[in-house]
């Protein structure tokens, strides 16, 4: 079973996980510039995007800045 | 004349603070941010959404010109707030951070008790601090013991565009305050600014007021133009209507000299 | 934290200052009327205007106003509170008091035991406010005779201030451990200049330690802070603006804690040398620096002591007074003997029952206890 929850919605995955961060938002074409990630409460530091592993069940919370006053 | 703004040693020439929020695009929020001269926006931490990966509003703000101030608006208690500012701050490297705790979902109105021990615990990790407030003196200087940059008490509830419904209780502030006063939230058209820089206000932040304007560029810049006026009133130093002393029995009659 | 000293400094209120008493005599009675017009507390041109010599025509108005904000506050309320003078002991030489170490006669202290004999004898009038007083005399008057005086005097009193040479926060923590909440301390001058002339020896040559006495106070959680300046040192104008320049400081700084305004003044006595002390002022003078400042602090204490006489008292209290002492005692022992040199003549020599009829009779009400120990334990 590979599923992972992001942003609060499970997501399965045929066969494999993206082995990293970096190839799960390429994935999802997200701009990794422009985002903050939360892997299980931790945040991850951009540079270590290509080099953070994924594993299943892990919670992943993608932010980003939007307008707000 | 050298009448500059200074928060946690910053200097500021404009006085006015702009929300990003409610606006119907990204380029008439551009173009508005432009034409009220302001110095410093605040911006939100939203979920990336999955559906619409690449909505980047943070492109349309020109960050050489334009300071970002991340908000913590969404958090519901100090440890939600505490969450989103250490992660504003891995985002974006800013220590800035406007701090908003708002339980209550109709009228967003600030958390006090939460709110100051979230403003603690981020004064002693090194975040600059500005804390969205009610109108609570004794708040205002409880905050400002703990080490933060402003108190930002609001004027009425946000988005409300009522204007000053709470100016008494800011006069208080005012006139305890050791740290910038910036009225936020409620400030519904340019006098409201403009009775608000007039009081002594240090500065005031709009967002509701002109995002949601006709003409969003033109109300900013008339926002601008209240905030200067207001401030110039200000330092002239206005005269008041007199009152009659009530003239009963004189007092002095017993000095002879 | 701003340091309060470079506020001074900066705004040219620590010196004579000869653009500022240049400034102030040249104010006219449009800038008089604007600043009796400004309801926005203290800044420094409001008070400038209203100490110049131009506000003295407005004076029955500065008075009518300054009473109707006293009201607003205070109500009709007036706190009556009595010194007991603990040791006329004293290390420093300064020439305007009668206890200073160069005067011919015999120092004297007052056991824990005599105090409470004392206090007894207060207490007995319908005091429960004290305000315990002595010279620079660290020797005697300790910290730990402080705190065990104290500990008794809570018995009696709901509330115990101090006015005696400034301590560091240490010991002021200790002393409002033991239950003291207030304290007073007076500059005598702000001018450094001036403050060098009279306090040539002694601890209290130090003016930068006494002027930031009543910041290590508030910062071991005094309630009440006293400030005052002895007028007749300086130029009293220039002295009430550098006292509320002090005030406004320790109130923002300091926001739970109250200040209150003293008014020592030197009279004219044969053994007053009028070369010496060129400042005296005249009672009109006084009464314009109460109002002017009762209009620039609405929510300040204003204390009026046995100093001035009775006339003086009886008009002035209803104007804009919060504090009064009555049938004061400024000897050591005076309750009980009052044979020991007193530090000030006592001009106003009613027992605390007569001021409490007369301000009665003013409209006032006299409050002797205003507090309770066990608020705080």
Known sequence: MTVLRINGEDRHFEKTLPATLADLLGLMKVDAATVVAEIDGQIIKKDDFGSTKLSTGQKIELIRLVGGG | ?257 | MENFQNILAQIGLDRYNAELIDAIEKTTPADVEKALADKTGYNLQKLTALLSPAADKYLEQMAQKAQQITRQRFGNIIQLYAPLYVSNFCVNSCPYCAFNIKGKFTPSRLTIEQACKEADILAEMGFRHILLVSGEDKKFVTTDYLTVLAAELRKKFSSISIEIYPANQADYEKLFAAGIDGIALYQETYDRDDYKKFHTAGPKADYEYRLETLERAGNAGFRSLGIGFLIGLSDWRMQTLAMAQHADFLMKHYWQSRVSFSFPRMRPAENVNRDMFRYMITDRQLVQMMTALRLCFSDAEIVLSTRENAQFRDNVSKICITRISAGSKTNQGGYTDDSAIEQFEVADARSPAEVSRMLKQAGLEPVWKDWDIAFTG
């Open chain 2, 1 to 257: 004349m050298n009448d500059k703004l200074i928060i946690a040693g910053k200097e500021f020439d404009s006085r006015l603070f702009i929300g990003t929020g409610k606006f119907s695009s990204n380029k008439i929020m551009a173009d508005a941010i432009e034409s009220s001269g302001t110095q410093m926006v605040t911006v939100a931490l939203r979920r990336v959404d999955i559906d619409n990966p690449n909505d980047n509003m943070l492109a349309a703000i020109d960050r050489k010109k334009y300071l970002l101030l991340p908000n913590t608006s969404g958090a519901r208690n100090a440890d939600e707030a505490v969450r989103l500012a250490r992660l504003a701050r891995a985002a974006t490297g800013i220590i800035w951070l406007k701090l908003e705790v708002t339980p209550d979902p109709y009228y967003l109105l600030p958390d006090p008790i939460e709110t100051l021990k979230a403003a603690e615990i981020l004064v002693k990790e090194g975040f600059i601090v500005l804390p969205y407030i009610n109108a609570d003196p004794v708040l205002a200087k409880k905050l400002q013991d703990a080490g933060v940059a402003t108190v930002m008490p609001l004027a009425s509830p946000i988005g409300s565009n009522q204007g000053l419904k709470t100016k008494s209780a800011i006069e208080i502030i005012i006139a305890q305050a050791t740290v910038p006063v910036v009225v936020d939230a409620g400030l519904g058209m340019p006098s409201h600014a403009a009775e608000a820089m007039e009081m002594g206000a240090d500065a005031v932040l709009v967002n509701t007021a002109i995002a949601a304007a006709k003409n969003p560029v033109q109300m900013a810049n008339a926002f601008k133009k209240a905030v200067q006026a207001g401030r110039q009133a200000f330092l002239a130093g206005g005269a008041e209507v007199k009152r009659q002393a009530d003239a009963s029995s004189p007092l002095t009659g017993f000095l002879r000299e």
